[in-house]
């Protein structure tokens, strides 16, 4: 581990415009970070480089200096009391034992009721974290529904609902009512759900906005009796021209702030000062809402190696097979992007089709080669991830439909065959990877760029505070 080099920038000269420039606070600690680091080296081109293991041991030294602590507390000491004793046991069995960082500093303010934003770094555990607030606050004697989370994809409304399911299964020991979680999600037969909602309202609904809006102008559900709304990837629905107006006639419409705890949760929140005025002065949340910034000052997780390769467009094809067969990844995602409209139009192939079609001619490895892209059907998409869950190493070809709350702990290499558009797609793209929150496992992510493209790899570096190593192969 000491051995690996990381770089990170200066505070001093991270751009003040991104939107990920640090608060204050986190600037303050930073600065103490840098302060505590014995292994910096100067540096030519404006940044400093720090030895791994001493990223390590200040981190912890901050964290003790009041942004968290290290003990021995478990996720029991922290839920008893609040979460029912069969919810604990079950999520004892799963193998939930220890708090995740979000979910030590979160869970004792969820639990007194107030709204909150979670933010913290991808694979960090923020799901856990709002479903044992929802299990702290239901009751499964009622007849209602009494939580809803809203997520962007059906993908993510499938794995959040399979977690939710796995904790609410009655154990064998103990004799409780069971709690019932419906997913309502696009793509789903919506004539069942309703005669569901109607005969036997679930305790707690997981939805697309789509699909929870049609049921709620139907007036086939209703609100009233929901004690919690959590809105997952809360950045992606604000920022989604398709979702926005829906999301927020939800959070005020539907709904109100007063009569429900809301949660806000992502590893991405642009402008996040700007955005917390705006849950108050847009009664998304009450007023005293409590932005929960965990990491603040490392947006991206350690663990991720960041490095790029630069080839032509008529080599990367090739470049991307010999790095699959010198890194031999457990499982890998190779993010390509969408088609563009006027590359449609004019009948080119898409980047993930050619991308399929040339790894399926040429790549001899024993992965299972799949692809998950928004224009495939339901059914099409959910066998991809059925497939893929089902174990066996994966080399899954996809836009970026799966780059947000994806949960595959298995993937050890991401690849960016296309760069993304924005930091933050960079961002929820590499955190598909380094999804076990204990373990010390590095994994890889790989851009592959043509030398025009190696300014806007700089600008993602700076506004996440990341460093890329070329690969000379
Ligand atoms: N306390 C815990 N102990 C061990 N594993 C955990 C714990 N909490 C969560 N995990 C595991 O960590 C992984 C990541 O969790 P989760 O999907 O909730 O991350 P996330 O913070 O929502 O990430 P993203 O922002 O990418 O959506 C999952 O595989 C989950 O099972």
């Known amino acids: 581990m000491a051995s690996q080099l990381l770089f990170l920038p200066h505070v001093a000269l991270l751009p003040k415009f991104s939107p990920f420039y640090p608060s204050l606070f986190a600037r303050q600690k930073l600065t103490l970070f840098h302060s505590t680091t014995r292994a910096i080296k100067s540096s030519s081109n404006s940044r400093i480089t720090i030895n791994l293991q001493a990223v390590a041991d200040a981190c912890s030294e901050i964290e003790s200096n009041g942004v968290t602590e ?53 694979g960090s555990g923020k799901t856990l974290t709002y479903l044992l607030l929802i299990f702290s606050l239901i009751n499964p004697q009622r007849s209602s529904v009494q939580a809803v989370i809203v997520v962007p994809t059906r993908e993510l409304g499938m794995q959040v609902t399979k977690v939710a399911r796995m904790l609410a299964a009655k154990s064998t020991d103990i004799e409780v009512k069971g709690c019932t979680v419906m997913a309502l999600l696009d793509g789903g037969m919506l004539r069942r759900h309703k005669s569901w909602l109607k005969a036997e309202p679930p305790a707690i609904v997981v939805a697309t906005v789509a699909s929870l809006c049609h049921m709620l102008e139907k007036h086939i559900l209703r609100l009233d009796s929901v004690r919690v709304l959590v809105v997952d990837e809360v950045d992606f629905l604000f920022y989604s021209s398709k979702q926005v107006g829906s999301v927020r006639k939800l959070l005020t419409t539907f709904s109100s702030c007063d009569k ?132 066996g190493g994966f080399l899954l070809v996809s836009t970026d439909i799966a780059a947000r709350g994806i949960d595959l702990p298995e993937t050890t290499h991401i690849f960016n065959f296309d760069l993304p558009q924005t930091a933050t797609d960079y961002l929820h793209r590499a955190g598909r990877a380094g999804r076990k929150p204990f373990s010390d496992r590095k994994c890889i992510v790989t851009n592959l760029i043509t030398s025009e493209e190696r300014f806007v790899l700089q600008k993602f570096e700076n506004e996440l505070m990341f460093s890329c190593e070329e690969l000379i192969l």
């Open 70 to 122: 290290t003990t021995d507390l478990t996720l029991r000491n922290i839920c008893e009391g609040f979460v029912p004793e069969h919810i604990i046991h079950r999520m004892e069995e799963i193998g939930f034992v220890f708090p995740t960082n979000i979910q030590r500093e979160a869970l004792p303010t969820l639990f007194t009721g107030r709204d909150c934003i979670l933010h913290a770094q991808t």
């Open 260 to 391: 429900r705890q809301t949660v806000f949760a992502s590893a991405s929140i642009p402008q996040h000062k700007h955005f917390v005025h705006d849950c108050i002065q847009q009664k998304w949340t009450k007023r005293d809402v409590v932005h929960i910034h965990v990491s603040a000052i490392m947006p991206m997780p350690l663990c991720l190696l960041h490095r790029f390769v630069v080839c032509g467009k008529k080599n990367k094809h090739q470049i991307l097979l010999a790095l699959l067969k010198s890194d031999a990844p457990e499982s890998a995602i190779i993010f390509a992007g969408e088609q563009s409209e006027k590359s449609k139009k004019a009948g080119n192939d898409p980047s993930t089709t050619l991308l399929i079609e040339f790894l399926k001619a040429s790549y001899d490895g024993l992965l299972e080669i799949l692809l998950l892209e928004e224009d495939m059907n339901f059914n099409s998409r959910a066998a991809s991830l059925t497939e893929i869950r089902q174990g």
